[in-house]
């Protein structure tokens, strides 16, 4: 009987483990990161000013984000949206919102290379959206 009760404890408790569990918490993705570059934007009229690289979003270990969409308005370069949003990695594809007007929620790849990421949404591979954190 004892051998069977940690049979099956052994099977629930390695079944319960999914790598959606591991990545909360120590996810490279984790922190505060600044749109830096967009690059083959599938929505015409997106590029980045020097203003838009103060646009930022935090990833955070609940699965939740925070973000800020930085505008020039009468001279000045003011935040002009704040959302609060999810992020979700399902395998390799992170899911999440982009702080820019006309994206909004895309998935894909993040490639990590020290402070900075490269996004590249799944129904747009030829774009890129770097990321990185200050």
């Known amino acids: 009987m004892k051998k069977l009760f940690l049979m099956l404890f052994s099977i629930a408790l390695l079944t319960s483990c ?15 990161w600044y749109a830096v570059e967009i690059n083959n934007s599938p929505v015409p009229g997106v590029e980045l000013s020097e203003c838009n690289q103060n646009s930022n979003i935090t990833f955070n270990s ?4 925070y973000s ?7 001279g000045e370069c003011e935040i002009d949206d704040t959302t609060e949003s999810t992020w979700s990695k399902d395998n390799e594809i992170y899911t999440f919102t982009i702080p820019f007007e006309g994206i ?3 998935n894909g790849t993040a490639d990590f290379q020290g402070d900075t ?5 799944v129904l747009s591979p030829d774009t890129t959206i770097i990321f990185e954190m200050r």
């Open 18 to 32: 999914s790598e959606d569990d591991d990545a909360n918490g120590d996810d490279q993705i984790l922190g505060t």
């Open 62 to 65: 609940d699965f939740s984000t």
């Open 68 to 74: 800020e969409y930085y505008t020039e308005m009468d």
């Open 117 to 121: 990421f490269i996004f590249s949404p």
């Open 104 to 106: 909004g929620e895309l």
